[in-house]
């Protein structure tokens, strides 16, 4: 009877390969799926970038300075439920006349909010921006770093819809 010897020859980049891939299977198989999770807390420093929808303010409007857009740079504080907000708008001066003009202005002010108003999850928002007080609704998206804007009446302006992105 003859004696067989059977060789195998294995490399050590393969070892360590096939060691590695079953690492990453038990990893891949083992963790737990993660889930976005909500924020309730409005808190922090947001950009923001708003735009007018001029729809039915012709009359309204004429001779008057309309805002049409800002870029604003929005600081809140979720322990005194206050802000502040500086930034730069572009307006519309002398609007629907002969000598209608394009601005950019600056400016800043604050504002106050409260949460849950007028409907779950929302906020609400009291600003005062150049003598004038004005509401502006919001919500948080995005686990929280979103933050979507409306403006409401009474507001002497065409409405405005906004978005805020957390920095």
Do not use: W
């Amino acid at each position: 009877m003859e004696n067989k010897n059977i060789v195998i020859s294995i490399d050590f980049k393969s070892v360590i390969g096939l060691l590695l891939g079953i690492f990453l299977c038990f990893i891949l198989f083992n963790t737990n799926n993660s889930k976005a999770q909500t924020t309730t807390t409005l808190d922090g420093t947001f950009g923001c970038v708003d735009n007018a929808n001029f729809g039915g303010f012709v009359t309204v409007g004429n001779g008057h300075s309309m805002y049409t857009n800002s870029l604003t740079r929005v600081v809140i504080d979720s322990t005194t439920k206050t802000g502040t907000a500086s930034g730069i708008n572009n307006a519309v001066t002398n609007f629907e006349t002969a000598q209608v003009a394009n601005v950019t202005q600056t400016g800043s002010g604050t504002f106050t909010y409260a949460s849950d108003t007028p409907i779950s999850g929302f906020y609400q928002f009291t600003l005062s921006f150049g003598g004038q007080t004005s509401t502006l609704y919001g919500i948080l998206v995005n686990s929280g770093k979103t933050l979507l804007t409306v403006s409401s009446y009474p507001y002497v302006r065409p409405f405005q819809t906004g978005v805020c992105q957390k920095v």
